[in-house]
């Protein structure tokens, strides 16, 4: 039963981390928080979804289909939105954001109206035995291809050139520019690779958690889960994503279903009672 | 330094405003009182997040779970205990919610600024849950009735006795936010947001002043509810947790850190609905969002950065000093 639980807590932490991870490492390098991250990925979802179910495309495309989308989306919003907000306000940024959000949220209501629609598995089959566990192929699939999406991003960070100038934007944006990394540039690489990071949670989480316009809502969970892990790098966004996808599958065990809600919640301010920066975040000194 | 003069046209400007605003409550047909209710109640609630954002920098998305916070406490205060008056029932609530914001606050406030609006709504989310959860106190998922304001045996349920509370609210607020804006708190919070390790230097005790700022954005939540749930009568979660996004709007409309933002916002807000008729209910994310970026982008001080900007044209030009 636990281990069971374990397995479907891996699986909804996987879809966490992906998320956590795609909000840090934009919030690194470019200063942003993307509170349209969850709607970027609806929104490419729904894409996939028309692609897959109303065009009768098969599986690849539709998947290669949303990553692009999202990448354009990323850019667009960059381009048009945040790149006049740069150096401003946070505020004025988590408005711009925001308001990104609830113009996509708008859109998709539009084209796919409020329903809640049943996303084809990408990995069906029967349930897996072994011994007394019990794992659909579905959670094997999301926790094997998360991994799998971390360590392309990890090559991508540390072994491609623009990788290495956004880890240099991220530890000193003056240096870097002063460096020729072209700090403009390399913000748009940013807002891409994150749409398509969101892009991907978003397929891995809709067989699992339905496909509807409300589902851009896990922006918070997953800043929540980077804040428990330590936002101060991607590592962390991704161990707090795990944290907190077991705890919440693993807690309803012991107590009422109706305060499984506040579980996010609650863990965040331990975490940051106990160890403000998070499990593994250092504590940054700010100067002048 | 000499104090500034206030012309003694605008001083019985605001006399009249004033007057007019007290006056529409009798003098307005029922429908168009119950929105001046409405905004009356909006100018409270996005005051506080007015000074929590505007003054002193730091973001909320916790004003919706505050004011469903005060409904409800005031609701269920005033049902079990009917001989409280009203006044003091919107004391408590308000108080309670600052309270809460302390408690929430305070492992926040030492870290960055997204740490406490991550806390904040996780809070708001949080409390939403907990109201449906503790179904004796508060009817759950089925929602309760709110007991209209009363003194003793007096009540004063009707549209127009709640518009002229929140109308005494709305002054007292607006009062008070104009005394905070020149006052040394006021001040605090600003050298805080524009620059807090300078701020710190100077002497400003930086977790202490956002606390400050923080409980009051929390206290007026928390009175906007009461005042709310006289309003609406029946309260349920539901209606709160799609709050967050209108508050926003206001204040950028309105012009983030104006003392007189708010106010501006929420007419705009009240008037926009019913200027675009019905087809705007199922368009009203799609609508609020583009007006919310669009305003960020194109005049981050709201309409009284525009109106700023108008007067202008045709003035003297002056060249501003100081900039770096």
């Known amino acids: 039963m636990i281990f069971s639980l374990l397995i479907d807590g891996l699986s909804v932490g996987s879809v966490y981390a992906l998320v956590a991870m795609g909000l840090v490492m934009l919030a690194q390098s470019t200063g942003t928080m993307n509170f349209a991250h969850g709607d970027f990925m609806m929104f490419s979802t729904f894409v996939a979804y028309a692609l897959l179910v109303q065009l009768k495309l098969p599986f690849a495309v539709a998947i290669a289909g949303a990553m692009v989308f999202a990448a354009l989306l990323g850019f667009a919003v960059e381009r048009l939105v945040i790149h006049h907000l740069i150096g401003g306000p946070m505020a004025a940024s988590i408005m711009a954001t925001l308001g990104v959000a609830y113009i996509l949220q708008g859109i998709a209501k539009d084209i796919w109206s409020d329903n809640i629609f049943r996303f084809p598995e990408i990995f069906p089959g029967d349930y897996i035995h072994v011994g007394p566990a019990r794992m659909s192929p579905q959670s094997i699939g999301v926790i094997v291809s998360t991994l799998a999406v971390i360590s392309l991003l990890y090559l991508f960070l540390n072994k491609t050139k623009a990788g290495t100038a956004l880890r240099a934007l991220t ?118 | 330094m000499e104090k500034k003069k206030v012309g003694a046209t605008r001083v019985l400007l605001l006399y009249c405003a004033i007057a007019t605003y007290f006056a529409s409550a009798f003098l307005l047909p029922e429908y168009w009182r119950y929105l001046l209710l409405i905004m009356s109640i909006m100018v409270i609630v996005t005051q506080g ?35 409280i008056p009203f006044p003091l029932i919107l004391l408590a609530a308000g108080s309670a919610s600052a309270f809460l914001g302390l408690v929430i606050g305070f492992p926040c406030l030492r870290l960055q600024g997204f740490y406490l609006a991550m806390a904040t709504f996780g809070f708001s989310s949080s409390i939403y849950q907990l109201i449906n959860y503790l179904k004796p106190l508060t009817g ?22 709640v518009l ?86 206001i204040l950028v409309v309105g012009g983030i850190g104006r003392v007189y933002g708010p106010l501006f916002g929420s007419v705009f807000l009240t008037l926009l609905p019913q200027l675009l008729g019905g087809k705007f209910s199922q368009q009203m994310s799609l609508v609020y969002g583009m007006i919310l970026v669009a305003f960020v982008l194109a005049a981050p001080e709201g309409f009284y950065g525009l109106w700023r900007r108008i007067r202008r044209i045709g003035a003297p030009r002056t060249r501003r000093r100081g900039a770096a």
């Open chain 2, 140 to 161: 759950g998922n089925e929602g309760m009735y709110a007991p209209a304001p009363a003194i003793g045996s007096l009540k004063f349920g009707s549209t127009t006795s």
């Open chain 2, 164 to 249: 002229l509370i929140a109308a005494v609210c709305v002054v007292l607020v607006q009062y008070a936010v104009r005394r905070l804006d020149r006052s040394r708190t006021g001040r605090a919070f600003k050298a805080l947001r524009d620059d807090e390790i300078a701020a710190s230097s100077m002497g400003i005790d930086l977790a202490r002043e956002k606390l400050k700022a923080f409980a009051f954005g929390a206290f007026l939540a928390g009175v906007a509810g009461v005042l709310y749930s006289y309003a609406i009568k029946y309260l349920e979660v539901g209606y709160f947790s799609n709050m967050g996004l209108s508050f926003f709007l």
């Open chain 2, 49 to 83: 997040l007015n000074v929590m954002i505007g003054f002193a920098g730091i973001f909320s998305f916790g004003q919706p779970g505050f004011m469903a916070f005060g409904a409800y406490m005031g609701a269920i205060l005033s049902e079990r205990f009917p001989w």
């Open chain 1, 171 to 288: 530890q000193n944006r003056q240096a870097a520019l002063l460096m020729g990394v072209r700090v403009s540039r390399m913000f748009s690489v940013s807002w891409i690779v994150g749409g398509i990071l969101a892009a991907l949670a978003g397929i891995l989480l809709a067989p699992t958690l339905f496909l509807s316009t409300g589902m851009g809502g896990i922006t918070f969970t997953g800043i929540i889960a980077a804040i428990i892990g330590g936002f101060g790098n991607i590592y962390g966004a991704i161990l707090g994503g795990y944290i907190l996808g077991i705890v919440s599958s693993i807690l309803p065990l012991f107590i009422p279903t109706e305060l499984q809600g506040i579980i996010p919640f609650v863990l965040l301010m331990i975490v940051l009672f106990i160890r403000p920066t998070g499990l593994i975040g250092k504590r940054v000194v700010k100067k002048v």
